[in-house]
């Protein structure tokens, strides 16, 4: 299994660009979420799936946009690009609720 | 609001000595709890998760203990490693709302040789 695929690993963007950040996982599972992670502190959720078809607001949702067609794959949307949002991304699932989940390798992000 | 913070943000510690790294939170609803290690350039990796209904729980090498009394939680590393370097986060997960983590800010482990 590779586990969970994020791409691009980096990407430079103008302010007012748009992009999508891909994330996949091969384990089947449920639960799939957005993380950011800014520079010398925690993770925090943006975006979170139970399931296909079903998805929910995190802590910091504001300027994303999430879709779960799939079970393997959870894309994360930026319309409008803003420099709050450089950011390191990183994308995780879990098979079931409260059990670990698992990271990828995360998308380094920087809006100029 | 929810919050989970760390008491020490760095610990440095000798190569072969026991680390400990605490934790609170502020949730008292959260009924599982979990420690990532995170390397530099690296996504998160799984140390070692903890439910509401234990107070210890031990894997290789690590424990961890949960004081739900005064909403604590410390993770306790035996014989560090240089190879133990590294940011710990802690996590906690509220009640019924999908398994979302709550992270702490980490606390930066250095292992001198």
């Known amino acids: 299994n590779a586990g969970v695929t994020q791409t691009p690993k980096f990407r430079i963007l103008k302010i007012g660009q748009s992009m999508t950040l891909q994330c996949t996982q091969d384990m089947n599972h449920n639960y799939m979420y957005w993380y950011r992670q800014d520079p010398g502190m925690g993770l925090k959720l943006i975006y979170y799936s139970v399931g296909a078809g079903i998805t929910d607001k995190g802590e910091v949702p504001n300027g994303y946009n999430v879709s779960r067609s799939t079970t393997e794959d959870f894309p994360l949307r930026l319309e409008l690009a803003a420099p709050s949002q450089t950011s390191v991304y990183f994308c995780?699932?879990?098979?079931?609720?409260?059990?670990?989940?698992?990271f990828g390798p995360g998308t380094r992000l920087t809006v100029l | 609001g929810e919050s989970v913070g760390l008491h020490l943000p760095t610990l440095s510690v000798q190569e072969g000595d026991n680390s400990i790294i605490n934790c609170a939170y502020s949730n008292s609803a959260s009924d599982y709890f979990i420690w990532y290690k995170q390397e530099s350039g690296k996504g998160p990796q799984f140390i070692i998760d903890i439910r509401s209904n234990m107070d210890k729980r031990q894997g290789q090498r690590v424990t961890v203990l949960l004081n739900k009394t005064v909403k604590h939680l410390s993770l306790q590393i035996a014989a560090t490693q240089p190879g133990d370097s590294a940011v710990y986060f802690c996590a906690e997960s509220p009640m019924g709302q999908g398994g979302k983590l709550i992270f702490g800010q980490g606390t930066e482990l250095s292992v001198k040789p």
């Open positions: 995780a699932s879990s098979y079931m609720v409260n059990n670990e989940q698992f």
